[in-house]
């Protein structure tokens, strides 16, 4: 756990410093984020491998599988090194139907603190975000009462920090009302950048923001310009997307995820790549 990640590691809290690239635990799940891996055993070991490459963050919910990716995250790394930090996110569920509907219910919260709790074998979660929004976009309204929740729990020890997900500046500042927050995790990546003022909040206020899907959404001209890039350095162009990142803002936090140990490997290669001031700026016409 001694290795030295690109990006070095962010001090969110007093008790809580966690390394810039994270580990992303969606796809360690089935197809569609349902029921166990193609392959278990190389999921335990991509787990394994995170640490041992120097990863201390990562992300997760028991409603990936569901409940499929925390038992792997259990049977694979606990009992957990002392610098390692699972995040966790509540606030929906899976239907039969593979749905994600919403579970914001103060019991829902409740229920679904207390199975991650279990799932992971912790006495105390490191960071629960709150999942409010849309699939990308935030929703219109109030987070007091859901957030509420959560600090109860915060409160009673089952759970030292939170955070959000998927919501609006406002909704952030209602839930600062409420209780320090530490973390935000939004859609933002090279090509879908209307975050960007609230990237920059939060690196002002020292709060880490969690883009996902850093390659979602990018149209075919973007994408020239990105492969144009990313051939000129002699890498991936997801590679060029995540060294982008971790260029953007001194507080973001990555957590891009796989079942491939390569895949792991080259993610955690791409995030050292230094984008030259050409680059930079060629990569900035992208969100235009």
Same mark, same amino acid.
């Given at each position: 756990?001694?290795?030295?990640?690109?990006?070095?590691?962010?001090?969110? %809290?007093?008790?809580?410093?966690? !390394?810039?690239?994270?580990?992303? %635990?969606?796809?360690?799940?089935?197809? @569609?984020?349902?029921?166990?891996?193609?392959?278990?055993?190389?999921?335990?070991?991509?787990?394994?491998?995170?640490?041992?490459?120097?990863? +201390?963050?990562?992300?997760?919910?028991?409603?990936?599988?569901?409940?499929?990716? $925390?038992?792997?995250?259990?049977?694979?790394?606990?009992?957990?090194?002392? /610098?390692? &930090?699972? %995040?966790?996110?509540?606030?929906?569920?899976?239907?039969?139907?593979? !749905?994600?509907?919403?579970?914001?219910?103060?019991?829902?919260?409740?229920?679904?603190? &207390? @199975?991650?709790?279990?799932?992971?074998?912790?006495? %105390?979660?490191?960071?629960? $975000?709150?999942?409010?929004?849309?699939?990308?976009?935030?929703?219109?309204?109030?987070?007091?009462?859901?957030?509420?929740?959560?600090?109860?729990?915060?409160?009673?020890?089952?759970?030292?920090?939170?955070?959000?997900?998927?919501? !609006?500046?406002?909704?952030? +500042?209602?839930? /600062?009302?409420?209780?320090?927050?530490?973390?935000?995790?939004?859609?933002?990546?090279?090509?879908?950048?209307?975050?960007?003022?609230?990237?920059?909040?939060?690196?002002?206020?020292?709060?880490?923001? +969690?883009?996902?899907?850093?390659?979602?959404?990018? $149209?075919?001209?973007?994408?020239?310009?990105?492969?144009?890039?990313?051939?000129?350095?002699?890498?991936?162009?997801?590679?060029?997307?995540?060294?982008?990142?971790?260029?953007?803002?001194?507080?973001?936090?990555?957590?891009?995820?796989?079942?491939?140990?390569?895949?792991?490997?080259?993610?955690?290669?791409?995030?050292?790549?230094?984008?030259?001031?050409?680059?930079? @700026?060629?990569?900035?016409?992208?969100?235009?």
């Amino acid at each position: 756990m001694s290795r030295q990640l690109p990006g070095g590691n962010l001090k969110l %809290a007093e008790d809580l410093t966690v !390394s810039r690239v994270g580990f992303g %635990a969606m796809q360690l799940a089935g197809p @569609e984020v349902w029921g166990p891996p193609k392959d278990r055993n190389q999921a335990i070991a991509v787990l394994r491998e995170a640490v041992e490459l120097g990863i +201390t963050h990562i992300d997760t919910s028991d409603y990936y599988g569901p409940y499929v990716v $925390n038992e792997l995250i259990r049977e694979a790394l606990h009992p957990y090194p002392d /610098q390692l &930090h699972i %995040a966790t996110k509540v606030g929906a569920r899976r239907d039969p139907d593979k !749905s994600w509907p919403r579970a914001l219910s103060r019991q829902e919260l409740i229920t679904a603190v &207390h @199975e991650n709790l279990e799932r992971l074998g912790l006495d %105390a979660l490191d960071i629960v $975000n709150l999942r409010v929004g849309g699939l990308f976009e935030p929703t219109t309204g109030s987070i007091a009462e859901p957030f509420s929740v959560l600090a109860e729990l915060q409160h009673q020890g089952l759970i030292r920090h939170l955070g959000v997900s998927v919501v !609006s500046p406002e909704q952030l +500042t209602e839930a /600062q009302s409420i209780a320090p927050v530490v973390c935000v995790q939004n859609f933002y990546n090279l090509a879908n950048r209307a975050d960007d003022k609230l990237v920059d909040r939060c690196a002002r206020e020292r709060i880490g923001y +969690t883009p996902f899907f850093p390659l979602g959404g990018f $149209n075919p001209l973007q994408s020239d310009v990105l492969d144009r890039v990313a051939s000129r350095l002699g890498a991936a162009p997801f590679q060029i997307a995540l060294a982008w990142l971790l260029h953007r803002s001194p507080t973001i936090l990555l957590i891009p995820g796989t079942s491939s140990l390569a895949h792991l490997r080259e993610n955690v290669e791409g995030a050292g790549i230094v984008l030259p001031r050409d680059a930079l @700026e060629e990569l900035d016409t992208i969100s235009l």
